[in-house]
């Protein structure tokens, strides 16, 4: 007998137990109503054994249950509904945390049908790259709220973008994919997360090993790193600036490790605001 079996058993055994007590009967007077030794009860509820299958409906009928319940599929299935609630649930609360996604109406869904969007999407993650800046994946839905031929950009649930298009036509992809590439140039700081961040760094580590290992997450966390982006791509500084900002982030910690989040900024901003001016001047002298 393998170990599911046995606690098939010792479940059944279990509920008829319950069951004889719900009714306010002894292991004796539940014996002699089934026609069965009250040693053979007691293995049943011990979990030692099983009634033969022709006895568990005289076994039902006197408990007055079910024999769904006794061996266990009322359970079973009542967890996997309320397993399918839960998936829905979390399905949901997942969809509320898409980096980007474009909505839009009716009238463009045939857009993505019949134009190269992916050829387009990885032709601006590429463009994207070179501004330091990783596109996370764009997830597509049609929206029939949305009036026939308007689109949204989003991020998060929160509108980065919208238009209304006047006409639908060989060029609309283009101009959708170009308006997504805005959007993120100008909205980056509300894109980052600390998984995004992690990737950025990832990369960055295979090209800078000494200044990320031992750095981030050890000194850095992720959540930290992206709070001091946040606040430094709002300042109108570039992505691009990713390896000195690990540098100089952590110097600042190392000077001040209970900083706060806005001193960090300020103090990273600052340093390379002077290291720019330092260069411009040293290339006027020359």
Known sequence: MDGGERMNEKQ???????????????QEELAR????????????????????????????????????YLIGRQAEQK???????????????????????IVFGEELVQVFLNAPYVEQIEMLRERLSTEGILLPVVRLRDQLQLRPKEFMILAYQNVLYSEELKDVGETTLSHMI??????????????????LVKSLV????????????????????YSLLTEVL???LERGNSMIYLERVIEYLESALRQKPDAVVTELVEAVAKRLEREDNFWVVLGKRK
């Open 230 to 232: 946040r606040g430094f």
């Open 178 to 195: 170009s308006c997504l590439g805005d959007a993120v140039r100008r909205r980056y700081a509300e894109l980052l997360h600390p998984d």
């Open 12 to 26: 059944f055994g279990t509920r008829i137990s319950q069951c004889r007590q719900n009714k306010n009967m002894t």
């Open 202 to 221: 990832d990369n960055l580590g295979i090209w800078c090993p000494a200044l990320i290992q031992g750095v981030v997450p050890e000194k850095i966390s």
């Open 79 to 101: 967890a996997a509904e309320e397993n399918r609630g839960w998936e829905e649930i979390w399905k949901n609360l997942r969809g509320g945390l898409v980096p980007i996604e």
């Open 33 to 68: 109503r089934l026609g069965v030794t009250p040693q053979a009860l007691s293995k049943w509820e011990c979990g030692r054994s099983l009634p033969d299958l022709s006895m568990l409906a005289e076994v039902c009928n006197v408990l007055e249950v079910s024999a769904d």
